[in-house]
């Protein structure tokens, strides 16, 4: 490719694909009420794309970078109004096929797609609440239930439309009508059901995990434990999965020389359709046929070009999947790997008899890391410490591991008989695995703040500062010293109170919970919020112990017990009951004082707080508010709010 200027190489796709990505991006973020004037901090890296300001060059990069910031903009619009479409809330006659079972406390839920509404066809998934049980994936059933239609703003919303999960419904009594002609489908229905038979059901859930990326239906705390050791990558097919796949292939076929990439490519696409085309795993399926389509007809293979060409595949058809973090770590692992693994690989090459093979790995890890951190901490409100550890041993077995298990149960499928022998194999390695995780402790995590626009000004600083973009020496110092600033004054400022009163406020499904801090305390409002949303809260917002709870509801008892298991010194209700906790200093009484804030309990429902001279209703059953100057109530995603001198800011 020819270079145009000496600041960055002119790739069309890439300035295309970025204005794809940052079009599809605003309109979310204004979508959904996180729009930051940050976000608009990613226009000042495209006046150096035009460098040195030629006409030609200039009109090419802006007309193409607008272009598609329209289009993408568009395509997310289309989504969105198509998310909304169809049948309203009401009785109907529902027929549709089971994609997915997923058991949790007893309750049996599954997703739908090809959903026909009184014998109408529409779009999009529900998810039922099955009292029924015997149904199994790729079944094809009908009932009558009441539907609801899920929201598309807040947090349930964004991850509703990014699922494409539309409508909710309980149903009673289900008839079975048939089965689904996907053979894909009934593959993995038939994998899962094999699993389940031959293996233990923790091992079961792990296997299909790995080879489907569905972990819904794994034990949530070896889950969580995977996801804190940073390796829950390997329970989203992704390019490791179709990397591995797909060079596996071309060793089988190296007879063909340059042409063995086509079988390779054929078998890549067809586990990509075994998993459902999940976006992690077209994105490697896209790069690697790109790859062998280049390497049969002789040309020089570019890894941004292919990761710019794999967005323009997907996007434009899948728009709300950028609010995916599949998506978002899939795609921001690639890019780390195009910007910083030759930098890093060099710098380690210039150790004495330093070994090439962790030059290698210690390059991709580190700038995969790079430009995933912010992303890992906006999705799950922490950074695993024990990630570079644990992927150094895992990423070199991942192979054999993974190859292994697909093999032995795709045996399993075609020879039913002599499953259990083929299993022994998969077996015996998912047991090791699942006792690991189940014995060891990666609680260690980077957490309790969060970036803000941090985390736009790091990803800025990835792209400046990276080899792609050729700065002079003290240019990229001067650089690096600017951003440094910027993101150490963001960090601070969206997460330490210097002064007056700061309120964070977060809904979820099963509550709401408000942090409130001042420069010398911090309390948190829960009313009967479950224990995993206060934790994930308090991941994102606070990793220290706090000073006191304070807990709403007319049954006191639950957020007690569930408070009980948070890090504070204590916690206060209005009514005193018998909690049975030990532990726990639980404190009863109308007012509460804690480290200056002074709150009373105008009911076991409703809290006021007089703070910075104003005064603040707490009720999160949603009702009016009488007097207060702020009303804290269950919202539509997350919102802050700055006390100070009688002066009232939304953060």
């Known amino acids: 490719m020819r270079k145009i200027g000496t600041v960055v190489n002119f790739r069309p796709i890439l300035f295309c694909a970025l204005g794809l990505v940052y079009g599809i991006a605003l309109y979310f973020r204004i979508r959904f009420g996180g729009f930051a004037p940050s976000d608009l901090l990613f226009l000042a890296l495209f006046p150096m794309a035009a460098f040195p300001f030629g006409k030609k060059r200039v009109l090419a990069v802006l007309l193409s970078f607008l272009l598609f910031s329209g289009a993408g903009a568009g395509f997310a619009h289309a989504g969105a109004e198509r998310f909304l479409s169809g049948p309203k809330e009401g009785e109907y006659h529902i027929n549709g096929t089971v994609y997915e079972l997923i058991e949790e406390d007893d309750i049996t839920f599954a997703v739908l797609g090809r959903l026909s509404f009184d014998k109408k066809r529409c779009g999009g998934k529900m998810q039922i609440d099955l009292e029924t049980y015997g149904i199994r994936e790729g079944d094809v059933i009908a009932f009558d239930a009441e539907v609801l239609r899920n929201p598309i703003s807040g947090k349930e919303g964004e991850y509703c439309f990014s699922a494409d999960l539309r409508y909710v419904a309980a149903a009673r009594e289900v008839q079975l009508i048939g089965k689904t002609r996907d053979p894909m489908l009934l593959l993995r229905a038939a994998l899962h059901r094999t699993l389940d038979r031959h293996l233990d059901p923790t091992r079961a859930e792990v296997a299909y995990a790995l080879l489907t990326g569905n972990s819904h239906g794994m034990d949530e705390g070896l889950l969580e434990e995977v996801r804190r050791g940073g390796i829950a990558h390997i329970f989203a097919v992704s390019g490791l999965h179709i990397g591995i796949l797909y060079g596996a292939v071309v060793f089988l076929f190296r007879r063909l020389e340059r042409f063995s990439t086509i079988p390779a490519s054929l078998f890549a696409f067809l586990y990509t359709a075994f998993c459902g085309f999940t976006v992690s795993a077209v994105r490697a399926f896209v790069m690697c046929t790109a790859l062998g389509l280049l390497r049969v007809i002789g040309k020089k293979h570019d890894f941004l070009t292919s990761l710019s060409l794999s967005a323009l595949c997907i996007l434009p058809f899948l728009p709300s999947e950028f609010l995916s973090a599949g998506f978002r770590l899939s795609f921001g692992a690639c890019l780390g790997l195009g910007l910083f693994s030759g930098t890093v690989s060099r710098l380690l090459g210039r150790i004495p008899h330093f070994p090439a093979f962790l030059r290698d790995y210690l390059s991709a890890n580190f700038s995969v890391q790079i430009v995933t951190f912010p992303i890992l901490l906006e999705t799950f409100g922490y950074f695993s410490v024990w990630g570079s550890l644990l992927n150094l041993f895992l990423i070199p077995l991942l192979p054999a591991f993974f190859l292994s298990i697909l ?245």
């Open 407 to 651: 093999l032995f149960s795709l045996l399993a499928l075609i020879i039913p008989p002599a499953a259990g022998f083929f299993l022994a194999v998969p077996n015996g390695l998912l047991g090791v695995f699942t006792a690991i995780f189940s014995f060891a402790d990666f609680s260690a995590v980077l957490a309790g703040f969060s970036l803000g626009a941090g985390g736009t000004i790091w990803l800025v600083g990835c792209i400046l500062l990276s080899e792609r973009v050729r700065l002079a020496p003290l240019v990229r110092g001067i650089a690096a010293g600017v951003l440094v600033l910027l993101f150490t004054a963001a960090v601070v400022m969206q997460n330490v109170v210097f002064t007056g009163t700061r309120i964070d406020v977060s809904t979820t499904g099963s509550g709401t919970a408000a942090l409130v801090r001042t420069p010398h305390a911090a309390v948190l409002v829960i009313d009967e919020l479950s224990l995993g949303d206060a934790e994930d809260f308090l991941l994102r917002r606070y990793g220290k112990t706090l000073d006191g709870i304070i807990v709403l509801g007319e049954d006191e008892l639950v957020p007690i017990n569930r408070a009980a298991f948070l890090p504070a010194e204590a916690v206060y209700a209005k009514d005193e009951i018998s909690t049975g906790l030990r532990e726990t200093a639980v404190v009863f009484g109308d007012r509460v004082t804690v480290g200056g804030l002074e709150f009373v309990f105008e009911s076991r429902e409703k809290l006021t707080l007089v703070t910075e001279g104003l005064v603040v209703e707490f009720d999160f059953d949603g009702e009016g508010a009488f007097g207060a100057d702020l009303f804290v109530h269950p919202v539509e995603g997350d919102l802050i709010f700055s006390l100070r001198h009688g002066i009232i800011k939304s953060l």
